[in-house]
């Protein structure tokens, strides 16, 4: 079973940085496309980012496009999430998660949740 777990959310000012890990374990970690979500209270979850299983394909939302960069690295089977000139409407808990098969912008096909960790960007 895979198990993922996330870290290095917290409270950060507008316009400073932060960066999240997941840490994948269970399976074989370059066999599965990772991806990043957020919801912010009273929001429906929403996409982030997503990671190809090699790595070599990256696809961001709008919202985070040229802010947020993510990254994995198969030799820690972590994957990371960047985050740069932080906004208050970048507040959520993010969530990672996986899927065996192709990169995906679609939460509900991925099989494996992180519990999420709190990012507050203050004005």
């Known amino acids: 079973q895979v198990q993922l777990v996330e870290s290095g959310g917290g409270l950060v000012q507008a316009g400073g940085s932060l960066r999240l890990s997941c840490t994948f374990s269970?399976?074989?970690?370059?066999?599965?496309?990772m991806g990043w979500f957020r919801q912010a209270p009273g929001k429906e979850r929403e996409f982030v980012t997503t990671?190809?299983?090699?790595?070599?394909?990256?696809i961001y939302a709008d919202s985070v496009k040229g802010r947020f960069t993510i990254s994995k690295d198969n030799a820690k089977n972590t994957v990371y999430l960047q985050m740069r000139s932080l906004k208050p409407e970048d507040t959520a808990v993010y969530y990672c998660?996986?899927?065996?098969?192709?990169?995906?912008?679609?939460?509900?096909?991925?099989?494996?949740w992180g519990q999420g960790t709190q990012v507050t960007v203050s004005s």
């Open positions: 269970g399976r074989t970690f370059n066999t599965y496309a």
């Open positions: 998660a996986a899927r065996q098969e192709r990169y995906s912008r679609r939460s509900n096909l991925y099989n494996f």
């Open positions: 990671i190809s299983r090699s790595g070599g394909i990256t």
